[in-house]
């Protein structure tokens, strides 16, 4: 069964279309990152998903239901950008008042150590600091132990070293067969932290697949090599290459076949080729190819 099922969705404010015809199903078991960059559509997709605003037009489905019953059963647990923490509450307070929502929680002591709180257990959420707090809605997230977690960029506010923790503890949670949906617009944490990449621009899917596949959409492969002052003429012709570049003597060749292109370059050349290097492009580049204005 599908955990999240985007048929057409659609949502506009006034004249801007914030998501432009969604689809798309995520399995259960899966972590799927949705990566794209400010203003794509990332939030009001999550706040679709979740039942706090409506579509404007198509239909969600989470577990086969309309997202306000899989909520309102326990199923699915979230960490918005603008989830406010009530204040004069102990983090202990907080995610217990949290756990008693849900009909099966998880252990409270198990929840603060998962989000490495156990030490600030006592201190009230007003006195915490940015990463602090995030690590207390990510407790608030998981307390009901859905089987549906939805983290819309749970790491803004965090240093390295918080991220790293928090990547591990979302990754603790997932290992149990549940279902993670993230947003970021950080391309590495997609990359690490998912088995699934879901690439948004614009309010649309724009690619799909794990961060190597994506990476290959967008341009595929580099080969290098040292040119010091031989002619680039003709090598933007051989098979394969969508784009040449030569700086400092170095030509660069961008290509969807490097094995065609590197044979074509000894056979059908006469250039002395020097220092060949062959390299994946960046998942950076593939990122800001497929997301680039038309
Ligand atoms: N409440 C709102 N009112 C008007 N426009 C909005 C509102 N929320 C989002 N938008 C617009 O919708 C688009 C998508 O925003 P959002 O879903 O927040 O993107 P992301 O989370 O990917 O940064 C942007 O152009 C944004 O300005
Ligand atoms: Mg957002």
């Known amino acids: 069964m599908n955990a999240i099922a985007?048929?057409?969705?659609?949502?506009?404010?006034?004249?801007?279309?914030?998501?432009?015809?969604?689809?798309?199903?995520?399995?259960?078991?899966?972590?799927?990152a949705l990566l794209g960059p400010n203003g794509a559509g990332k939030s009001t997709s999550i706040n679709?998903?979740?039942?706090?605003?409506?579509?404007?037009?198509?239909?969600?489905?989470?577990?086969g239901r309309p997202p306000e019953q899989a909520v309102a059963r326990g199923e699915v647990g979230?960490?918005?950008?603008?989830?406010?923490?009530?204040?004069?509450?102990t983090v202990r307070e907080l995610v217990d008042f949290v756990r008693g929502l849900y009909p099966e929680p998880l252990d409270l002591d198990a929840i603060l150590q998962m989000a490495d709180l156990t030490d600030l257990a006592g201190r009230r959420a007003g006195k915490l600091s940015g990463g602090q707090s995030q690590r207390v809605r990510f407790a608030l997230a998981v307390a009901g132990a859905p089987r549906l977690l939805v983290l819309d960029e749970p790491t803004a506010a965090m240093d390295v070293e918080s991220r790293q923790r928090f990547w591990a503890a979302m990754r603790d949670y997932a290992a149990g067969g549940r279902t993670v949906l993230f947003a970021t617009h950080y391309l590495e944490e997609a990359d690490e932290n998912s088995d699934r990449v879901i690439v948004v621009a614009?309010?649309?899917?724009?690619?799909?697949?794990?961060?190597?596949?994506?990476?290959?959409?967008?341009?595929?492969?580099?080969?290098?090599?040292?040119?010091?002052?031989?002619?680039?003429?003709?090598?933007?012709?051989?098979?394969?290459?969508?784009?040449?570049?030569?700086?400092?003597?170095?030509?660069?060749?961008?290509?969807?076949?490097?094995?065609?292109?590197?044979?074509?370059?000894?056979?059908?050349?006469?250039?002395?080729?020097?220092?060949?290097?062959?390299?994946?492009?960046?998942?950076?580049?593939?990122?800001?190819?497929?997301t680039r204005e038309p």
């Open 202 to 290: 614009r309010g649309r899917v724009v690619a799909d697949g794990t961060a190597a596949q994506i990476k290959a959409k967008a341009g595929g492969h580099a080969v290098r090599f040292t040119l010091d002052g031989q002619s680039a003429a003709g090598l933007d012709a051989l098979p394969g290459v969508s784009a040449v570049e030569v700086t400092g003597g170095t030509a660069t060749l961008r290509t969807a076949d490097p094995d065609a292109t590197v044979a074509a370059l000894y056979r059908g050349t006469s250039l002395e080729i020097r220092d060949l290097r062959l390299a994946g492009a960046d998942l950076e580049d593939a990122f800001l190819a497929l």
């Open 48 to 63: 679709m998903l979740l039942g706090l605003i409506r579509p404007s037009g198509g239909r969600i489905e989470l577990f």
């Open 6 to 32: 985007f048929t057409d969705v659609s949502r506009s404010y006034g004249n801007v279309l914030a998501v432009d015809g969604l689809n798309l199903t995520v399995e259960t078991g899966r972590t799927v």
């Open 78 to 89: 979230a960490m918005l950008q603008d989830g406010e923490l009530i204040p004069e509450l």
